[in-house]
């Protein structure tokens, strides 16, 4: 789970009406692998009565919410705390971003800022959960569009211009994590994708940035990344995307094959690939201008022949997302052109005897 950043506003902070200016941004819960190290990414702000109070001398100190509290990371003296670590850059630069180094179980729990400078300022922030794990979480696969999340159960539609995210949390290790995609088909990754990848405080990200067709259309894509802890720890998580699109691959055919007698029943029929499914299917003549619907629906049955239907078919197929055209020819002949044509195959049959 991607850890969310909030910044909390102190309470209990009204002073004569005015809101004080006591702050703290930092996730709400950290994971820590157990025997390996856990960045705190964290910035605080004070009240501004109090900014000549506070110097690079200043003490920042993370204490263990316990009863009694319990101070586990003092930057004063930080060789004698219960947590090795550090703090980053300066208290004057307001920055709390610590590591703590070679996690256990049982530092889980919950942890609090502290900044003391010279004079009054004495402040106690909001907490930070820190849980501590045994191996490390799957990657997370997300899918954006216009720089907007696309939640599991939505589709995108053919022609966007998409942005699948995989990100999975940094552990210390003298080594970096490594993420690498796959796809399902495979061809996929080798068609105008491109490929970005940075890192960040706690998290290491990788995009693919592609405009979507048809094509990919229920392709899975797969995310997967390998620590190298004290042994290789693999992980992988998959996104199977669904694209909505215009009708495709439109096709008309007719049932009977060969030649159609006059009398006879023939049905035409019609298929196309879309999604959502075609809407509606329409029939036209294409020799009457302007074109005019014949018929409604997936099938044209024309249940009794004569030579005037012979003529070209015209069917039209139709989603929310557009429409395509597929034709057929029907040929109506009369049975003395049947009884015709049987006899001068007959004759050739013959003289082919000789």
């Known amino acids: 789970m991607m850890e969310i950043s909030v910044t909390f506003l102190l309470t209990g902070c009204l002073i004569q009406g005015v ?4 702050s703290i941004s930092l996730p709400e819960r950290v994971e820590a692998l157990q025997g390996s190290c856990v960045f705190i990414p964290c910035t605080f702000d004070i009240d501004q009565q ?3 109070e506070l110097t690079d001398d200043s003490k920042r100190i993370w204490y263990k919410d316990v009863k009694p509290p319990t101070v586990v990371f003092d930057s004063s003296s930080p060789n004698t705390a219960s947590l090795k670590g550090e ?3 300066t208290p004057t630069e307001k920055n709390c971003t ?3 180094d070679n996690v256990r179980q049982g530092d889980e729990g919950s942890y609090y800022f502290r900044v003391e400078g010279s004079g009054r300022l004495k402040y106690n922030y909001y907490k930070v959960e820190i849980v501590v794990i045994n191996s490390p979480p799957k990657p997370t696969v997300s899918l954006f569009k216009d720089q907007q999340e696309v939640k599991k159960v939505k589709e995108v539609t053919e022609g966007s211009s998409v942005n699948l995210r995989c990100s999975t949390k940094i552990f210390c290790s003298s080594r970096p994590a490594n993420l690498t995609w796959s796809s399902s088909p495979e061809h996929l990754l080798n068609e105008s994708v491109t490929q ?3 890192q960040e405080q706690t998290e290491l990200i990788s995009d693919l940035i592609f405009t979507v067709t048809q094509r990919h259309h229920l392709a899975t894509f797969t995310c997967t990344v390998t620590h190298q802890l004290q042994k290789q720890i693999t992980k992988h998580k998959s996104r199977t995307l669904r694209v909505q699109y215009a009708p495709k691959n439109t096709s008309a055919h007719v049932s009977a094959s060969g030649i159609v007698l006059e009398g006879r029943s023939v049905t035409l029929s019609c298929s196309s690939d879309a999604n959502p499914p075609v ?4 029939w036209y003549r294409d020799t009457e201008e302007p074109l005019k619907p014949v018929q409604s629906g997936q099938n044209l049955t024309i249940s009794n022949t004569d030579p005037t239907h012979s003529r070209r078919y015209v069917c039209t197929a139709q989603n929310e997302h557009g429409a395509q055209n597929a034709s057929v020819m029907l040929d109506v002949q009369c049975e003395y052109q049947e009884a015709l044509l049987i006899y001068s195959q007959s004759l050739l049959y013959q003289t082919s005897d000789f």
């Open 196 to 198: 970005q990848q940075r």
């Open 279 to 282: 809407l509606n299917y329409t």
């Open 98 to 100: 610590t590591r703590f």
């Open 50 to 52: 109090y900014v000549t």
């Open 19 to 22: 809101f004080c200016g006591f």
């Open 87 to 89: 703090i980053f850059g």
